[in-house]
C-alpha cells in the first residue's frame, strides 16, 4: 500500500480553497476531496509493516490545536514554481505533532525526508512553470482569508494510483486529545 499521514480540513474550507482555481497552462488544480495538510510521506508499505505502524500511530498522545491560514506560496521558488499551496500560521503544537508522527515512522523502519517540516497545503501542480501567471496569483491572494480549523485527529491514508489520477481513501483516523495533555490531572489530586 501506498501511503501518506494527514490533517484533514474541513468541507467549507476545502471548497473555498478549490475555489482559487486560476487558469494558467499546464497546471492541475487539486480537488477539493484531496485537498489536505500533509504530516508525512511514507510511500509503499508491507502488511506486516502498517500493523507496526498503526501501533505506534496509536500510542501517539498529543493534543488537540487550531490551524489558522496566512496567505499562499510556491516551491521550490518564484522564478522556478512548480507547487502552489495555502499557507499556515506557525502552530508549535502541529510541529510538536510531526515530530511524533515521523519518530513513529522511523521506528517502523519506514525512511524519512531529513528536510525540515514546511507545513502547506499543495492547492496546484504545475507541469511548465509558469512565473508571471503564479506572480498574479499569489498577488491575488496575499490577504486570504479562510476560517480557522480545529484539528482533533490525524488520518493514515492510502493512495492509490490510477489513470484518473490519485485517489485518497483514509485507513485509519487517530484521536488528539480534546484539550492540552498537560491539563489532564488525575482525579482527587
Ligand atoms: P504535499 O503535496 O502536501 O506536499 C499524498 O500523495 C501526499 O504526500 C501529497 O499531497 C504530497 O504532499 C506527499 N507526497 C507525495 N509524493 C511524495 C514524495 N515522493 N515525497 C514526499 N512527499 C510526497
Known amino acids: ?14 471548497r473555498q480553497l478549490e475555489k482559487m482555481d486560476m487558469r494558467m497552462s499546464g497546471c492541475r488544480w487539486v480537488p477539493a476531496e484531496q485537498i489536505h495538510l500533509t504530516l508525512a510521506f511514507l510511500g509503499e508499505v508491507d502488511g506486516v509493516t502498517l500493523k507496526r505502524l498503526t501501533g505506534a500511530l496509536a500510542a501517539i498522545r498529543a493534543p488537540g490545536f487550531t490551524l489558522r491560514f496566512s496567505g499562499t506560496g510556491c516551491f521550490p521558488d518564484r522564478r522556478r514554481p512548480r507547487i502552489l499551496w495555502a499557507g499556515l500560521e506557525p502552530q508549535p503544537k502541529l510541529d ?9 515512522v522511523l521506528a517502523c523502519a519506514i525512511p524519512q525526508e531529513e528536510r525540515p517540516f514546511s507545513p502547506h497545503i499543495t492547492l496546484a501542480r504545475l507541469k511548465l512553470p509558469a512565473p508571471r501567471e503564479v506572480e498574479a496569483f499569489l498577488m491575488g491572494n496575499r490577504a486570504l482569508e479562510l476560517p480557522p480549523a480545529d484539528v482533533r485527529e ?10 484518473r489520477g490519485a485517489v485518497h481513501t483514509p485507513v485509519k483516523a487517530f484521536p488528539l486529545a480534546a484539550r492540552p495533555i498537560s491539563d489532564k490531572t488525575p482525579q482527587g489530586t
Open 96 to 104: 510538536a505533532l510531526v515530530s511524533l508522527v515521523r519518530e513513529a
Open 1 to 14: 500500500m501506498r501511503l501518506f499521514i494527514a490533517i484533514e480540513l474541513p468541507a467549507e474550507i476545502k
Open 154 to 163: 490525524f488520518v493514515l491514508f492510502e493512495s492509490s494510483l490510477t489513470s
